[in-house]
């Protein structure tokens, strides 16, 4: 039986027989959703040549049964698409399978077919395609830093949050660079603790690299596989590469104040409101500075609930006749984004004291975005919105942040970084 190679595969006409392994399977499940959309899987053939398969959902329940991860195929009836996702491997072109594509496992035994396959990347090449979300890269590297696992809320502000576990890595990939990994959900379990203080390289595969100043970080998808000490030619190259010796991995702080159960939280390091206005630098290293605090709103700052910011350096902008000015930029920004800036006065039975609410938590607390709310005022944005003023007379638990402002220097406009109840 003569099968097509890869490379000759096209997206007209026939696409003929091809023998392949399956290098890894997994499941591609919407992040927004939680909803499977397609089981995807890299093939390789004898050559040596790699292409990226989906099987819609609606076909899955045909193929799943029939097709394992290292077992060789024969697969025919397929179509070939350019692959507009983005490429787990370095291939424009994938193949999807169609209602009556046939699979037919091989019996090889030959040693043709490798038992792993990566595309790593060098340290160039993921600085080439930071923020750019369409070739998946596998990176190795040796692990350096391991936080515990958090469990966090994702998608707080929709039809659809839910909890996850998370571990973030950091891996020495070169000489001088380091990048930033945050696993979710069960990759977050696939590393235990146990690595600490010893050495470790680990894989991982279908990566996207994002990029902030200096840090390099390496987004996960749901191709993601995480191995850790292959014994592969490409692991004692790499350890000989890098400063193996005074490298092993370390444990990296937590925010421990988002930790455990709501409960947990709300008791947090729990303080009366005296307590924090009197708070002052002891020992700022080992101190996270996050209380906890049940208070009452008294009243409400009704001269100001919002604000213009610029978009270039994000500081708030004076409206000068009918334009926004940024004096940070001295300039008239040419897009600015409204934020919530909701001062209140907050007291419980010891004191009273001042704090800010912005954007993300007041929008949290209001239940609306900053848009929606400007848009049910008609223009009238001075006056302070009924839901702003109802928030008047509740009982909540806030969590601080204390600043070094108010830390070191005493000053008594705290932020509120959350509201638990
Ligand atoms: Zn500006």
Same mark, same amino acid.
């Given at each position: 039986?003569?099968?097509?190679?890869?490379?000759?595969?096209?997206?007209?006409?026939?696409?003929?027989?091809?023998?392949?392994?399956?290098?890894?399977?997994w499941?591609?499940i919407?992040f927004?959703?939680d909803?499977?959309?397609?089981?995807?899987?890299?093939?390789?053939?004898?050559?040596?040549?790699?292409?990226?398969?989906?099987?819609?959902?609606?076909?899955?329940?045909?193929?799943?049964?029939?097709?394992?991860?290292?077992?060789?195929?024969?697969?025919?009836?397929?179509?070939?698409?350019?692959? !507009?996702?983005?490429?787990?491997?370095?291939?424009?072109?994938?193949?999807?399978?169609?209602?009556?594509?046939?699979?037919?496992?091989?019996?090889?035994?030959?040693?043709?077919?490798?038992?792993?396959?990566?595309?790593?990347?060098?340290?160039?090449?993921?600085?080439?395609?930071?923020?750019?979300?369409?070739?998946c890269l596998d990176v190795m590297g040796l692990l350096t830093k391991i936080k515990q696992i958090e469990s966090r809320m994702i998608l707080k502000?929709?039809?659809?949050p839910r909890q996850k576990d998370i571990r973030e890595i950091e891996l020495l990939i070169?000489?001088?660079?380091k990048v930033k990994v945050t696993l979710w959900g069960d990759l977050a379990h696939s590393l235990s603790e146990d690595v600490i203080g010893k050495h470790t390289v680990v894989i991982v595969t279908s990566t996207m690299v994002e990029?902030l100043?200096?840090m390099l970080s390496l987004k996960t998808t749901n191709g993601t596989r995480l191995y850790k000490d292959l014994?592969?030619?490409?692991?004692?190259?790499?350890?000989?590469?890098?400063?193996?010796?005074?490298n092993v991995p370390k444990l990296m702080e937590v925010d421990k104040s988002t930790q455990g159960t709501?409960?947990d939280q709300?008791?947090?390091?729990?303080?009366?409101?005296?307590?924090?206005?009197?708070?002052?630098?002891?020992?700022?290293?080992?101190?996270d500075?996050?209380?906890?605090?049940?208070?009452?709103?008294?009243?409400?700052?009704?001269?100001?609930?919002?604000?213009?910011?610029?978009?270039?350096?994000?500081?708030?902008?004076?409206?000068?006749?009918?334009?926004?000015?940024?004096?940070?930029?001295?300039?008239?920004?040419?897009?600015?984004?409204?934020?919530?800036?909701?001062?209140?006065?907050?007291?419980?039975? !010891?004191?009273?004291?001042?704090?800010?609410?912005?954007?993300?938590?007041?929008?949290?607390?209001?239940?609306?975005?900053? !848009?929606?709310?400007?848009?049910?005022?008609?223009?009238?944005?001075?006056?302070?919105?009924?839901?702003?003023?109802?928030?008047?007379?509740?009982?909540?638990?806030?969590?601080?942040?204390?600043?070094?402002?108010?830390?070191?220097?005493?000053?008594?406009?705290?932020?509120?970084?959350?509201?638990?109840?």
């Amino acid at each position: 039986m003569a099968y097509k190679i890869i490379k000759q595969l096209t997206t007209s006409g026939q696409a003929g027989n091809i023998k392949v392994k399956v290098i890894r399977m997994w499941e591609s499940i919407n992040f927004a959703t939680d909803e499977l959309m397609s089981l995807d899987m890299i093939l390789m053939n004898e050559q040596g040549e790699t292409i990226h398969a989906t099987i819609w959902k609606n076909l899955i329940n045909n193929y799943k049964a029939k097709i394992n991860e290292d077992s060789i195929y024969e697969l025919s009836n397929f179509k070939i698409q350019e692959d !507009t996702r983005y490429h787990p491997v370095n291939n424009a072109l994938k193949v999807v399978f169609i209602f009556n594509t046939n699979v037919k496992e091989v019996e090889d035994c030959s040693d043709k077919f490798p038992d792993y396959y990566f595309e790593f990347a060098s340290k160039d090449t993921l600085l080439a395609r930071k923020n750019i979300d369409k070739q998946c890269l596998d990176v190795m590297g040796l692990l350096t830093k391991i936080k515990q696992i958090e469990s966090r809320m994702i998608l707080k502000n929709t039809a659809n949050p839910r909890q996850k576990d998370i571990r973030e890595i950091e891996l020495l990939i070169s000489r001088d660079q380091k990048v930033k990994v945050t696993l979710w959900g069960d990759l977050a379990h696939s590393l235990s603790e146990d690595v600490i203080g010893k050495h470790t390289v680990v894989i991982v595969t279908s990566t996207m690299v994002e990029g902030l100043q200096g840090m390099l970080s390496l987004k996960t998808t749901n191709g993601t596989r995480l191995y850790k000490d292959l014994d592969i030619p490409e692991t004692w190259k790499f350890i000989a590469s890098v400063p193996y010796e005074e490298n092993v991995p370390k444990l990296m702080e937590v925010d421990k104040s988002t930790q455990g159960t709501l409960e947990d939280q709300m008791f947090y390091n729990r303080r009366t409101l005296q307590e924090i206005t009197q708070m002052r630098h002891e020992n700022p290293t080992n101190q996270d500075f996050v209380f906890t605090s049940r208070a009452t709103i008294v009243r409400l700052d009704n001269d100001m609930w919002w604000y213009m910011s610029c978009n270039v350096c994000n500081k708030m902008c004076t409206k000068i006749a009918n334009k926004y000015h940024c004096n940070k930029c001295n300039t008239c920004p040419e897009a600015t984004t409204p934020r919530y800036w909701i001062r209140i006065q907050i007291s419980d039975h !010891t004191t009273s004291t001042t704090c800010s609410i912005f954007d993300d938590e007041a929008q949290r607390m209001l239940k609306t975005t900053i !848009t929606n709310m400007l848009d049910s005022l008609n223009g009238n944005y001075e006056e302070v919105p009924k839901s702003i003023q109802q928030l008047c007379g509740k009982t909540l638990i806030f969590r601080f942040k204390l600043s070094d402002h108010n830390l070191t220097e005493g000053k008594e406009y705290y932020l509120v970084k959350e509201h638990l109840s």
